[in-house]
């Protein structure tokens, strides 16, 4: 019940970030130049990388590091993404939007790998 809870609000809270994040990039233009498509790709990238060599610096098994990046970084991030969409866009999907979602979801994901580093588990 504990876990069905917590996964329940970690997807609550990515899509609200989400939420926030297409709010603020149609209502600055400035937040969604930087939240683009190009500066997703480039933060993913990043993001995928440090998150591979974290766990790996953890764990030491490649296959298992790989497993848990794609988890970890992508696992919640594109559904809640896709679920921001349509709940600010009354249930109609835009592409355009999306890569500003989903560079909005994936800044908790960084938030708690730069607090697990820092702080450890």
Not at 53 to 82: H, R
Not at 92 to 121: A, H
């Amino acid at each position: 019940m504990i876990l069905f809870f917590s996964l329940l609000s970690t997807i609550l809270i990515i899509t609200g970030i989400s939420c926030l994040g297409i709010f603020l990039s149609r209502k600055y233009k400035s937040i969604k130049n930087y939240s683009s498509k190009n500066q997703l790709i480039l933060f993913l990238v990043i993001l995928t990388i440090f998150v591979f060599f974290w766990n790996l610096k953890e764990d030491g098994d490649a296959a298992y590091a790989i497993g848990f990046t794609i988890g970890y970084v992508y696992l919640f991030t594109i559904p809640c993404s896709f679920l921001a969409i349509f709940i600010m866009n009354k249930f109609n999907f835009s592409k355009k939007e999306f890569w500003n979602s989903w560079f909005f979801s994936l800044i908790p994901v960084f938030i708690i790998l730069v607090s697990q580093s820092i702080f450890g588990n």
